[in-house]
């Protein structure tokens, strides 16, 4: 199936989604397992609309640096606008299996929710490697699409478009295997944390409520009739009127040196 496409429409859904409470919760956690420290250089892989590039700026400080880097235009317009008053930010079109920086540059690489759609997960890992100094740390943060629960009065519909949002993925299983490709890489104390997102009301400007967006519209790329995915839609929303609203998603964050 075909992967997502972060277009002008999937940028802006994506600023969405981390203007939203959870993500910014999300995107604290993050914060708190870098660990930064003033003057530190640190690049973040897939910076997408710059939330974290911001929220890393003021801790690294006017003596230290945040480049970040994405594949999508309408994503680093968005990002550069947010942080356009940081002196000690810079955003730059690049690709994680050849991120345009020497060797030996960052005391830390970060990336959230970006390896679970890269082809080659191996070779960008290799990457943050490559540009991290002696004694560096990397974090990667994705979800485990397996670990996924959703509550709908119509559960074989909900497996069906569940089956069909997972080929927007490369791989929807990556912390399964991530561990290992950190260590290949040459990453030592390989440490994983996960990040559980619950939620049993619905608002409209929560993660599950913007990831529908996502969702109908992937899937009605993928032919499935506009009319099914907005059952499928209106379905979870009336669930939220009646009190019965469940989801769940589960999130990992993983960390490793390099020695």
């Not at 929220?55 to 999508?72: F, L, P």
Request: with cysteine.
């Amino acid at each position: 199936m075909a992967k997502l496409e972060f277009d002008d429409e999937g940028s802006r859904l994506v600023e969405e989604f981390n203007a939203s409470a959870g993500a910014t919760a999300r995107r604290a956690r993050i914060l708190e397992s870098l660990a930064l420290k003033p003057g530190w250089r640190v690049l973040d892989v897939g910076s997408g609309p710059g939330h974290q590039v911001f929220d890393m700026s003021s801790v690294v400080g006017d003596t230290g640096r945040i480049d970040g880097v994405d594949a999508a235009e309408s994503a680093l317009d968005i990002a550069r606008h947010r942080c356009s008053e940081l002196d000690n930010v810079n955003f730059q079109l690049g690709e994680a299996s050849k991120l345009p920086f020497d060797d030996a540059t960052f005391n830390v690489v970060m990336s959230s929710q970006v390896f679970e759609y890269l082809d080659d997960v191996a070779g960008a890992v290799a990457e943050m490697f490559r540009v991290l100094k002696s004694g560096g740390r990397v974090l990667i943060h994705d979800s485990e699409w397996g670990a996924f629960i959703w509550h709908s009065s119509d559960p074989e519909r909900m497996a069906r478009i569940m089956n069909i949002w997972d080929g927007h993925l490369a791989d929807p299983h990556l912390p399964q295997s991530l561990g290992r490709k950190l260590t290949d890489a040459g990453f030592k104390n390989v440490r994983a944390e996960p990040v559980v997102h619950v939620e049993t009301n619905y608002d409209p400007t929560s993660v599950s409520a913007i990831l529908m967006k996502f969702i109908v519209g992937y899937v009605v790329s993928q032919g499935v009739s506009q009319s099914e995915a907005d059952a499928w839609g209106d379905d979870l929303r009336a669930l939220g009127s009646s009190g019965d609203y469940f989801f769940n998603h589960n999130e990992y964050i993983f960390t490793a040196d390099k020695p």
